[in-house]
């Protein structure tokens, strides 16, 4: 009965079941996942050797921005999304998510939002070619027509962000099964609340922030023109004060998966729960006191470089906490190593690695030698790709046989693992180099000191390129034709979700809440 | 047992071992000391935190190896069941806060330093353009006279679209090097004044460890002091629109005798251009001398954005053939574009950029090729009343 | 409605406020930013015009202070200061001429913007007069002096001895005309 479900194209216009549209949130992540990792191989195309090869520098800035913007916007953030709306609902023993029918517009602003910024690609003169940062003037003044489509497009996917948001922190307040304290709730659920938060605080500060644009280039305000008594710097102020709450909004649900992921792996019982929690939170608020560690090239006065060259440090602390735990989870366990817990190791080991090159950049002396150069580039592919991006890959294939009854092939998700951690390595660590030899970020070509790092960096973009196609195989397969999975596939998983539940996850799950002790 | 541990302790060593060899500071891998007291003490942070994290990580991932080789199910099937230690979480908070005290205290006192541009000898304000960076030497004890000049990339076009027929890979310099180096003596403290005219660009020299954001409309203060001669290159770090990798930065330094004999050069420098292109104003130019001239500077300097044929890329570089500026609008509409520039727009202005025969001879071409062929002839003479204001 | 919608609502209603409250302040960043700014000094930016009543003057101390003229493009206008720079004494009262020339045959509306290296002297740098408060208008042809009369704050730090005053100007003939047709339009 709780497995009846409607039938044909439109159950997916109509939905409001928060695994459809679980579902869709993460089809459309990968959809973008792949144009933006098109992109990606574009540049890398025409960066795989000194001179213009392949295209030219307006186009080639065409493609940093929107690799950028479409990674952010389209891959990273839906695909959280698209985790929690799968898996909140059935670890605190919901129905479903507390506003069911926003959550269906919650998803479907989103290709809508996508299409538009895509299609300015074709306006004349050209998409957005300013960097995913947009900064002004260049981004006002300087910035092509299509311009005012990218504004429309961050609102609306913001509106749906923030949608997102308030139903995350509804559902999670307001409908546990009764005994599921705040301080039972799955780590994973925790993460997610504390990220909707900080979602509902950012994301309007962005939508303020792309206002203040569009007023700057058509309704005569001068807010970043200082011809006008405005200041370019502002701008970086109030974007940065978004974007660094922005960039834990992209890993703290990451971090909540692997949470799980561990655990059920090494047959041990998460180390340190409360201290877990309290750590993201910290994370969380200090995240409001570091925007202008991404400024200090900018003229800033040297009380508040050494301000938040210090606010940056501390959060290098209760991020330590979490990977010693994470270790301590670990440690003396008994693990073995499917697909899943590969995924979340490597997590924890390139995270850290990009965590490191993070309290580098921390250092404002020292930052002014890696500013705006490939050593930032590295830094944080480390903690988007091997971070947040293998933390939904782990995600995907640890629920997968709940979500669908099936399983993957081990041995071919074995394979997607090895060709990714080759690859992403093969590709992003070089650039540390690169960025240290002295190339600059955002141009499409260089002196041929940096020729070699460049080459490698590139063969290894087109290396993952391929293994995400890889990916994708691996996925279809099991979905047409995986074998049939157990009741509960890792016998070291714990959570209703694999307690209080059959497999795969009916339709409408605990229509009556389970009980929780 | 013991054969246990010795391969532990050898593979944590080899790991080790395997990293700092990755850090090696001789090789191309690492970032430059430099020539300067602060970017060799940059180089020297850089190297002690390198040097930490790499031994966080041989503690951290040598732990999580070890469970991987120990604790696997195989070899360790019951899994301990603890999962809480108030003990090791207070040590593991206590320890990075001690280590990041040990990093920040340094960084501290360097960062204070670098920001201190007092009492400099001398000053020169940098200006950021797209694309190309403008140098001002202000006067002083050291400077008699103001000079300024303007620094672009002078890597021939042909190198960067043609990489491998045009023998750009000979060229060490490619896309390092500019027309007019901005030339400093040694030992001496030098403060820059860097803004820009138009969107964000960056001012950046990895060898002297100099980098400072240039913002329209604001000045900001940094400065070097370099003790050896030599040349340094650097490149534009603020994305700035289409050819922000194409506006490097290059600062040769010279002895004090030889600045000065560089300063009086470019004294006499100036007088000898300003007398040329007063001869050439004079003259009466015939349409092929023009168009000749006009074609050499449209191609070096026009080119980049309103393309050889005269296309454009609309809307931001507007097409040149075929548009009414070029055609059937005034002549002096069309001086006063190249002459004066437009404001927010990437347009910049020529006047102080190029002689008045060059200006003549580039608005005269434009008016006449590509097919515009408006038959008009632009005198450096016509370019000279218009900047009096005639 | 049921008990669970209820609380649903009430908790949704505080959502939405600290969304709403923090669109706001997004733009509240502006005039908080100038505050900040105008309170501590730094970015450079100087204040609106100041009153020069009972200060006093150390005649101990001299700080240079520099002129820097930026003309922007699209202003075909002559603009200088007639010295590069002049030795004050903190606390006094100090009057420097500046020239303009618009050498097109247009008028042109013109806007100095002033920025201070370094950032932390623009607190002790305070302007009685400046062309740079207002817009400037100079039909085609025209020229004019301009005065700028300041003094620097007694207590400027000891470190202090060099302040560059950096002017930008700015054509904003454009904005300016736009500016008053919408508003002769809304008449």
């Known amino acids: ?517 | 047992m013991a054969i246990r541990r010795k391969l532990i302790a050898g593979m944590t060593g080899l790991l080790g071992f395997m990293l700092s060899g990755l850090v090696q500071a001789a090789s191309e891998l690492n970032m430059r000391p430099g020539v300067t007291e602060t970017s060799i003490e940059v180089y020297e942070l850089h190297m002690m935190v390198v040097w930490v994290m790499v031994a966080i990580s041989v503690v951290v991932f040598g732990a999580m190896f070890y469970s991987f080789i120990f604790h696997r199910k195989s070899k360790h099937p019951t899994p301990a069941t603890f999962s809480h230690s108030t003990k090791m979480e207070i040590v593991w908070t206590a320890i990075p806060v001690l280590i990041l005290i040990y990093l920040t205290v340094p960084a501290v006192k360097l960062l204070i330093k670098m920001e201190d541009a007092s009492n400099s000898d001398m000053s020169v304000q940098v200006t950021g353009s797209q694309w190309k960076w403008h140098y001002k030497y202000l006067e002083n004890d050291i400077i008699e006279q103001e000079i300024s000049f303007y620094s672009n990339l002078s890597t021939p076009r042909e190198q960067y679209e043609n990489y491998e027929t045009s023998g750009a890979a000979e060229n060490v310099n490619y896309l390092l090097e500019v027309d007019n180096h901005l030339v400093l003596p040694v030992d001496t403290k030098v403060r820059f004044l860097v803004t820009a005219e138009d969107v964000i660009h960056s001012w950046w020299v990895p060898e002297l460890a100099v980098k400072k954001d240039a913002i329209p409309g604001f000045i900001n203060e940094t400065w070097t002091k370099v003790p050896t001669p030599g040349i340094y290159r650097g490149q534009c770090t603020e994305l700035c629109g289409v050819n922000h990798g194409f506006m490097p930065v290059v600062v040769e330094v010279l002895s004090k005798p030889d600045f000065a004999k560089w300063l009086s050069g470019k004294a006499e420098e100036k007088r000898i251009a300003d007398k040329t292109a007063a001869a050439a104003a004079s003259q009466n130019w015939d349409m092929d001398k023009l168009m000749v001239l006009g074609k050499t500077v449209y191609d070096a300097k026009c080119a980049a954005c309103h393309q050889v044929n005269g296309a454009g890329l609309p809307p931001v570089f507007p097409a040149l053939k075929g548009s009414a500026i070029a055609t059937t609008g005034p002549v002096e509409g069309h001086i006063d574009i190249v002459v004066n520039g437009k404001q927010g727009t990437a347009m910049a202005a020529y006047g102080a950029q190029l002689t008045d025969a060059e200006m003549a001879a580039v608005i005269t071409y434009e008016r006449n090729a590509w097919g515009n062929d408006t038959g008009d002839k632009v005198q450096p003479a016509d370019i000279q009343a218009f900047k009096a204001g005639n | 409605m049921t008990e669970q919608a209820q609380e649903n609502k009430k908790l949704i209603k505080r959502l939405l406020a600290i969304v709403g409250g923090m669109f706001i302040f997004a733009f509240a960043l502006i005039p908080l930013y100038n505050v900040f700014c105008d309170i501590t000094g730094i970015n450079g930016k100087t204040g609106g015009q100041a009153l020069y009543q009972n200060v006093d003057i150390d005649k101990s101390r001299v700080v240079t202070v520099e002129f820097l003229i930026n003309i922007n493009r699209g202003m075909p206008w002559k603009f200088e200061s007639q010295v590069k720079m002049i030795d004050v004494h903190p606390g006094e009262l100090n009057e420097v001429i500046f020239y303009a020339k618009n050498n097109s045959k247009f008028d042109i509306v013109g806007q100095s913007v002033p920025s201070v290296a370094p950032g932390e002297a623009a607190l002790y740098l305070n302007k009685t007069e400046c062309f740079c408060f207002d817009q400037q208008k100079l039909m085609a042809g025209e020229d004019i002096e301009m005065p700028m009369k300041f003094y620097i704050d007694a207590d400027i730090p000891e470190d202090i001895t060099r302040l560059t005053l950096s002017y930008q100007l700015f054509n904003i003939t454009d904005s300016v005309n736009a500016n008053n047709s919408a508003s002769v339009a809304t008449k």
């Open chain 1, 1 to 517: 009965m709780s497995d009846h479900h409607p039938t044909g194209i439109t159950r997916w216009f109509y939905t409001t079941n928060h695994k459809d549209i679980g579902t869709m949130y993460l089809w459309f992540s990968f959809i973008m996942f792949l144009i933006g990792g098109a992109m990606a191989m574009i540049i890398r195309a025409e960066l795989y050797q000194p001179g213009l090869q392949f295209v030219e520098p307006a186009f080639f800035n065409q493609m940093t921005t929107m690799h950028g913007l479409i990674m952010v916007f389209g891959a990273v953030m839906p695909s959280m999304v698209g985790l929690a709306n799968w898996l909140i609902p059935m670890q605190i023993g919901a129905p479903d998510m507390a506003l069911p029918r926003m959550n269906n517009w919650s998803f479907w602003i989103l290709p809508f939002a996508f299409t538009l910024l895509l299609s300015s690609l074709f306006m004349e003169g050209g998409g957005p070619n300013f960097g995913w940062t947009f900064y002004a003037p260049l981004s006002t003044t300087y910035a092509p027509p299509s311009t005012d489509f990218f504004i429309l497009g961050v609102h609306m996917m913001g509106i749906s962000s923030i949608m997102g948001a308030i139903n995350v922190i509804v559902t999670v307040f307001n409908m546990r099964a009764p005994g599921m304290t705040l301080m039972k709730m799955p780590l994973f659920v925790w993460t997610w609340l504390i990220t909707a938060f900080l979602l509902i605080m950012v994301m309007p500060v962005l939508a303020g922030l792309v206002t203040m644009m569009l007023t700057d280039r058509h309704f005569g305000t001068a807010f970043f023109d200082a011809a006008g008594g405005g200041d370019p710097v502002m701008f970086q102020h109030i974007f940065w004060f978004f974007g660094h709450p922005e960039v834990y909004i992209m890993v703290l649900p990451a971090f909540g998966v692997v949470s799980e992921i561990i655990p059920a792996f090494s047959r041990k019982k998460l180390f340190g729960y409360s201290s877990m929690v309290y750590a993201t939170a910290s994370i969380a608020l200090l995240s409001f006191i570091v925007w202008a560690h991404h400024m200090f090239a900018v003229g800033m006065p040297v009380a508040g470089e050494l301000f938040f060259m210090i606010a940056t440090m501390l959060i290098a602390v209760p991020t330590g906490v979490k990977v010693f735990n994470w270790v301590a989870t670990m440690w003396q366990g008994s693990l073995t190593f499917e697909t899943p817990m590969l995924f979340s190791i490597a997590f924890v080991i390139l995270f850290t690695i990009g965590g490191f090159s993070g309290v580098m950049l921390a250092m404002a002396p020292v930052d002014f030698q890696y500013h705006d150069t490939y050593f930032v580039v590295a830094h944080f592919h480390y903690v988007l790709f091997p971070g947040a991006i293998f933390g939904t890959t782990a995600a995907v294939y640890y629920w997968f046989p709940k979500w669908t009854g099936k399983m993957y092939n081990e041995a071919v998700g074995k394979t997607h693992f090895w060709l990714s951690m080759i690859f992403v390595n093969l590709t992003f660590f070089p650039m540390h180099f690169s960025g240290l030899a002295g190339m600059p970020r955002r141009i499409p070509d260089y002196n041929m000191m940096f020729a070699d790092f460049n080459m490698w960096a590139s063969i290894g973009a087109f290396g993952l390129g391929f293994t995400q196609l890889f990916f994708f195989v691996t996925i279809i397969m099991a979905i047409r034709g995986g074998k049939k999975a157990e009741e509960k596939q890792w016998d070291g998983a714990t959570g209703l979700e694999w307690d209080a539940m059959t497999t795969p996850a009916p339709y409408h799950s605990f229509s009556t809440p389970p009980k929780v002790d």
